[in-house]
């Protein structure tokens, strides 16, 4: 089947690996020509991913049987609906359904209107002065939030971003004057983690629990980025959530596939619940309309069941099963010197491909072009994938060793001492629990 897959980063050459790999015969629209999956591709076609038009042009050209859609910018235009307008089946959801990522009030509403477990106070202002006394009668702490996609800036949390509840309102003022709109919740403590599930619309198929590193630099300081590196344990819960909290947070993305059924914008496609595991359980931070990046690196290389056949199940309405090893994983970006603030573009970079594979690492690339020149984003990724987290955190540690330039990463990725970290932070926040081996 001709499969076209919309997107040039790490997590979209993860996603065409396991496309190739299931038999798809593969094809690529992005904005730049990815290595990786120029390797894979039978056709790979320059344009950026929300060029609607030219991306269906190459589509038609193709004879594309099946689309596939990587980031969330092209939901967020409607590339799904006009796939379908065309007769193509898209991976993905429509325009309206990929609100839940691309319009927080969208997702807060919903979750609030069909009683969805794990949501938290909101609310929407428009009026300064109103969300200034709400703030003040308030009288926890808050998150400000823009209310559309910021790629993972705009939201200022106070006690991290924020100093108090006085620039939280300075902050939500300035979105206001800015947007028209802010979005206020109530701050949630506890510790992050990924869920995605695969859905048809009706069916919620959970992959593995994965858990991001946003911040630039290691013990989890500096800027927040759209994610240094992730792992997940062969258990598929992580070491801090236990197995009732991983069904709650399930329950939480089930019944919210149901509401948007009854809502009458039925979702498809690939669904990621950000969630914070408090002490009384996991809270949805955010929902993203789309695998996460660099989370797909770590659930598809554990993929048994074919991405294809899960493809054509999300689409026809059948989706059957998806199964996974029982493996750990651990994903390592390398970045650009001075990501994301400054990053360093235009230099080339050296990788050693034969002595990565020798490690056992897998190889994904992502902002960087075919001439190994970086391009100002998260540039290669390694993976190591074995039977216990201190196992693949050292073969992907040994992958790195094999890439040189001007790049970053962090080493504390997936290690034993930075898990512990987030047991020790679930613990100071009052959770009693004994934790999952990984
Ligand atoms: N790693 C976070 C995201 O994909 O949104």
Not at 74 to 84: A, M, Q, T
Not at 197 to 222: C, I, N
Request: include cysteine.
């Amino acid at each position: 089947m001709k499969v076209l897959l919309v997107g040039g980063g790490g997590r979209e050459n993860a996603i065409g690996e396991a496309l190739v790999r299931s038999g798809a015969e593969l094809y690529v629209v992005s904005k730049h020509r990815n290595p990786g999956l120029a390797r894979l591709a039978k056709g790979y076609g320059l344009a950026g991913e929300t060029d609607i038009k030219k991306v269906i042009e190459f589509a038609k050209m193709w004879g594309i049987e099946l689309a596939f859609i990587g980031p969330e910018t092209p939901l967020e235009k409607g590339i799904v609906d006009s796939f379908e307008s065309e007769g193509i089946p898209a991976v993905g959801p429509t325009k309206e359904a990929a609100q839940l990522e691309t319009n927080k009030a969208f997702a807060r509403s919903l979750m609030e209107e069909y009683e969805i477990p794990g949501r938290k106070l909101f609310r929407v202002f428009e009026d300064v002065s109103e969300m200034r006394s709400w703030i003040d009668d308030f009288g926890r702490p808050v998150v400000v939030k823009p209310l559309g996609l910021t790629g993972g800036k705009g939201v200022k949390v106070v006690g991290y971003q924020l100093q108090d509840n006085e620039e939280a309102k300075a902050y939500a003022e300035e979105l206001i004057q800015k947007d028209g709109k802010v979005l206020i919740e109530e701050r949630t403590d506890g510790v992050e983690f990924t869920f995605q599930v695969f859905t048809d619309g009706k069916r919620v198929l959970p992959m593995p629990l994965a858990q991001d590193y946003p911040h630039a630099y290691e013990s989890d300081e500096g800027p927040i980025t759209g994610g240094m590196g992730s792992y997940s344990c062969s258990s598929h819960v992580l070491p801090f959530v236990p197995r009732e909290d991983y069904e709650k947070a399930l329950e939480t993305l089930k019944a919210t596939v149901e509401a948007m059924r009854k809502n009458g914008t039925p979702y498809k496609g690939i669904l990621y619940g950000q969630f914070m595991l408090s002490k009384d359980g996991p809270v949805i931070i955010e929902y993203n309309a789309r695998f996460g990046d660099p989370e797909a690196m770590n659930v598809l290389p554990l993929l048994k069941t074919s991405l294809l056949e899960i493809a054509e199940g999300i689409v026809d309405g059948n989706l059957g099963r998806a199964r996974f090893e029982n493996k750990a994983t651990v994903v390592k970006y390398l970045a650009p010197r001075g990501y994301p603030l400054n990053p360093i573009k235009g230099v080339k970079v050296q990788v050693d491909e034969k002595a990565i594979t020798k490690t056992g690492a897998k190889l994904y690339y992502a902002s960087i072009d075919e001439n190994f020149t970086l391009l100002g984003s998260r540039a290669i990724a390694v993976v190591g994938v074995a039977d216990t987290l201190e196992e693949a955190e050292k073969i992907a540690q040994n992958a790195i060793g094999h890439v040189k330039g001007e790049l970053f990463y962090r080493r504390d990725v997936g290690t034993k001492e930075s898990v512990e970290k987030r047991i020790g932070l679930m613990r100071e926040f009052g959770k009693e629990f004994e934790p999952n081996s990984c």
